[in-house]
């Protein structure tokens, strides 16, 4: 599936058309998730659909899920921009990051120098970069492309020999270990517990995907990661604010914030 993914953005960025600049204020995810409202920051995600689910949301605002989020007390935002897998869109990024007072993680499949001006043109505070996909060297080039042009970057492993080797290039200030098999699409939060033990002590650790339940969140906190990213189980929630209060078991925020 990510190789067919990988060729369908391949096809997109030969005829991609810049977006307008969106004018607005830069927010660091790495700040945000240095200082989390809770004992675990959460990036949450405004994600209508996926390859694995289908459509996860049939009644989709996007604006309306992220102020939710907001409201709810999340770290910061991840936004699908993927239209043929995810339904997402680029606007969808540009009318949040205009409303709400988070950083705001563009969740795409950047494999292209283009896609870092769109990115900054649509109004992304970070982007998500994933190993594997590109050789090491290439995501290098990207990631300091992107931090050149003010952005920050999420990246994302599968695997500790891609992490292993991604280390021997690069040490982004980022890292996401991703639960998900992208292959066979089960999640295993064991993932996080065996890869998570190589991420330096000097970056920021995210767990992503198959997170539901309070327990889940406990099982990747021990783990040691600081931040996890959740789609899924918030956008099936009541709504996104009672979604992050009964992931977090009821914790209220840090009064220190
Ligand atoms: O979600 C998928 O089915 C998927 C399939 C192929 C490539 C990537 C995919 N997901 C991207 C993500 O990283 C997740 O949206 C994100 O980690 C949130 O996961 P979840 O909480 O399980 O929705």
Request: with cysteine.
């Amino acid at each position: 599936m990510l190789n067919q993914i990988i060729e369908t953005k391949r096809t997109e960025i030969k005829s991609l058309v810049q977006p307008s600049l969106v004018n607005v204020q830069k927010k660091s995810l790495y700040q945000a998730l240095s200082k989390p409202n809770r004992s675990i920051g959460l990036i949450a995600e405004v994600k209508k659909a996926s390859p694995s689910k289908g459509i996860i949301k049939e009644d989709f605002n996007p604006l309306e899920i992220a102020l939710g989020y907001e409201i709810g007390g999340a770290d910061a935002l991840s936004v699908l921009t993927d239209r043929p897998y995810f339904k997402g869109h680029r606007d969808y990024l540009s009318a949040i990051k205009q409303q709400v007072n988070l950083p705001v993680l563009r969740k795409d499949f950047i494999i292209d120098r283009v896609q870092i001006e769109e990115s900054v043109r649509m109004g992304a505070d970070a982007i998500l970069l994933i190993a594997g996909v590109v050789p090491n060297i290439e995501l290098k080039r990207l990631y300091e492309e992107a931090a050149g042009a003010g952005l920050e970057c999420l990246v994302e492993v599968h695997a500790k020999e891609e992490l292993e080797s991604l280390l021997h290039e690069f040490t982004p200030s980022i890292i996401g270990v991703n639960n998900r098999n992208l292959k066979t699409f089960t999640t295993d939060l064991s993932q996080t517990e065996t890869i998570g033990s190589l991420v330096p002590r000097n970056s920021l650790f995210v767990s992503e995907s198959g997170i539901h339940v309070t327990e889940d969140l406990e099982r990747v906190k021990r783990a040691g990661a600081h931040a996890v990213l959740v789609g899924e189980s918030l956008m099936r929630a009541e709504s996104p604010a009672e979604g992050i209060d009964s992931l977090y078991g009821g914790e209220h925020i840090a009064a220190t914030r």
